[in-house]
């Protein structure tokens, strides 16, 4: 995660209170506010000078590209895990114990524990409280996808009054309720806000959702095993982490038993003090039986649903996993019936095309479509449209059809002389704002592949040079070879480059 406001998160008058409140506690120590813990929600941090436009490039500079990452993002799909090592041939003690959790929780398909947050030291007084129950399973349409629900109770900060929350995190989109407008809110990711969404995101392990868990951790600088202890009767090893760079430190307990972690707490320090942000987990329960309904927020009686976006679909728990169901009554089912599909649709989207005219998703039908969401303004987003262009040539003879589609821009001028200045040759589609939401977009680049009919194959959140291309050309190769040979062949039209 990083150490950074994420741009796409909801602002709004509470957020920038609640961010100038933390810059007046913590200006007297700027070391202090540059290491805040990743587990704080966005809007409790303070701005950071240095970093007042984070992805905004200066005329003449060339910055390396850093990864975007941001608590709200890691709602969103995870992927096949990296290669990180082999716990079984790893010679450190602490990164072993480290490898073997990361291990263990990739072979999860779904969890249950307990959870509480809260902050120590100068960051207590504005640091969210919270303590709840927190379910999480692999979809049944697409295991790469974890559907969240957290429900409990907490305070955004010391002296606000405590409310209880209700969120649940689909496939796309966020459910939550909001008590004061009697209403169960339902919105793509980026829109999702308001009090009790950030203490519901506050009390989940965030590293859990990582495509390769505890990455971060895996590839630190240094480990320290410490005495190890009990917590809620179960024996953990406790690790303490320097993390890349040296800045930051956390600590583990780990257990014993199934290797999933039971608490981690984030170390600050600066000329206001130390202190740490803790997150503990009991009744931890992997392969928990979790039904839908486990899954979702419930209408409560009296209130009404506000939707947005679109439409959440209900979530499906593997079946591998679900709760045990009742008897089915087929007395209404016919034979006939056709099978689900294995893929949603793909969100349908037109959109104008740089080199002119509009390009719509039903007009590509037949090829195999790759989606890049993106922005100039955003350096990751910058540097990976190299690779995407080296995707382009990969199956430039092959029916598949490559697009960036621009965010957020102020103007057409600036995505457009980007391509035009490198030299690729992929589509660009401009003003696609609205098609993010439709597709759940909340971190850059996000890549959607979507097959010859419109179903939606695949989704890649967050660049890494060289693994997300990969992925990306995996993804692509497997759809063009579910075509049949006269399908795949034939080289893509050139229309909305």
Same mark, same amino acid.
């Given at each position: ?59 003449? !500079? ?25 716990? +079984? ?28 947050? =809260? ?13 709840? #129950? ?31 929350? +209700? ?10 309720? +909001? ?57 953990? !090893? ?83 996993? +679900? ?48 989606? !890049? ?5 955003? #350096? ?45 040759? =992929? ?41 997300? =291309? ?28």
């Amino acid at each position: 995660m990083a150490n950074r406001p994420s741009p796409d998160s909801p602002a709004g008058p509470a957020r920038r209170a609640a961010t100038l409140a933390a810059a007046a506690l913590l200006c007297a120590g700027p070391a202090l506010a540059q290491d805040l813990p990743n587990t704080l929600p966005d809007r409790l941090r303070p701005p950071q000078p240095s970093q007042s436009q984070p992805n905004q490039s200066q005329p003449g !500079q060339s910055q390396p590209a850093q990864p975007d990452d941001s608590p709200a993002d890691r709602a969103r799909p995870v992927h096949p895990p990296a290669t990180t090592g082999n716990p +079984d041939e790893e010679t450190d003690p602490g990164r072993r114990i480290i490898l073997q959790s990361s291990r263990a929780i990739r072979e999860l398909n779904s969890l249950s524990y307990r959870s509480k947050f =809260f902050g120590t030291g100068p960051i207590e007084q504005i640091a969210p409280r919270g303590d709840g #129950l927190v379910r999480m399973a692999r979809s049944e349409r697409n295991e790469r996808v974890w559907v969240q629900r957290a429900t409990g109770t907490g305070m955004p900060k010391a002296g606000d009054p405590e409310l209880t929350f +209700d969120v649940s995190w689909q496939e796309v989109g966020v459910e939550w309720v +909001d008590h004061a407008q009697k209403k169960l809110m339902a919105r793509p990711l980026r829109q999702a806000k308001g009090p009790a969404y950030q203490v519901a995101g506050a009390v989940r392990l965030l590293e859990l959702l990582d495509a390769t868990p505890l990455s971060k951790e895996i590839q630190a600088e240094g480990f320290t095993l410490e005495s190890p202890t009990e917590l809620d009767g179960v024996p953990c !090893q406790v690790v303490l982490i320097t993390l890349a760079g040296g800045r930051t430190q956390t600590r583990w307990w780990i257990a014993d038993t199934d290797h999933l972690p039971r608490k981690m707490s984030r170390l600050f320090s600066g000329p206001n003090g130390s202190g740490e942000i803790v997150i503990e987990l009991t009744e931890v329960t992997p392969n928990a039986p979790l039904s839908a309904a486990d899954l979702q927020v419930q209408l409560p009686p009296g209130y009404s649903r506000d939707e947005a976006g679109p439409a959440i679909v209900p979530p499906n728990a593997r079946r591998d996993i +679900d709760a045990p169901a009742a008897t089915p009554d087929n007395s209404n089912h016919r034979a006939d019936a056709p099978p689900a599909p294995a893929h949603p649709a793909a969100p349908a989207f037109e959109l104008p095309a740089a080199a002119g005219g509009k390009v719509s998703l039903a007009s590509l039908t037949g090829h195999v479509v790759v989606l !890049q969401f993106w922005g100039t303004w955003h #350096l990751p987003s910058r540097a990976a449209c190299a690779d995407l262009q080296a995707l382009t040539r990969q199956f430039e003879n092959q029916k598949v059809k490559v697009f960036a589609l621009s965010i957020r821009e102020r103007d057409d001028g600036a995505p457009r002389e980007f391509i035009r200045a490198n030299n690729y040759t =992929f589509g660009l589609l401009l003003d696609a704002d609205k098609t993010a939401d439709a597709y759940g977009v909340a971190r850059y680049p996000t890549y959607a592949v979507i097959g010859p009919g419109g179903e939606l194959l695949d989704t890649i959140v967050g660049y890494k040079k060289d693994e997300t =291309f990969k992925k990306l050309a995996e993804a692509v190769a497997r759809a063009v070879a579910a075509m049949s040979p006269t399908q795949a062949t034939g080289p893509a039209p050139t229309d909305g480059g």
